[in-house]
């Protein structure tokens, strides 16, 4: 999963999950997932954007410095699994 695609998919389900606040916190986490695709791959990215949507379907809109946390933890996580290997 490319970024752009990861972005478009998080304001989807924040647009259709949270108020505009929400949308615009969207458009934010595109540097964390650039961050991701570049020290990873395609799948981390997809697993950020996952995990991202789980909090959002709890009714969370992550900060972009929780989301920054989060592609911590999923780039952990790639490091130790095939991804990183």
């Known amino acids: 999963m490319e970024p752009e695609e990861a972005v478009r998919q998080l304001e989807y389900a924040i647009d259709a999950s949270l108020d505009e ?23 981390a990215v ?8 789980d909090e959002v379907v709890d009714g969370c809109c992550p900060s972009p410095a929780e989301a920054n946390a989060t592609a911590e933890r999923v780039l952990d996580d790639w490091a130790y699994t095939d991804g990183g290997a």
């Open 46 to 53: 997809y697993a950020l954007a996952g995990a991202l949507s």
């Open 21 to 43: 606040i929400g949308q615009r916190a969207a458009a934010g986490y595109r540097p964390t997932f650039e961050r991701v695709a570049d020290r990873a791959d395609g799948a």
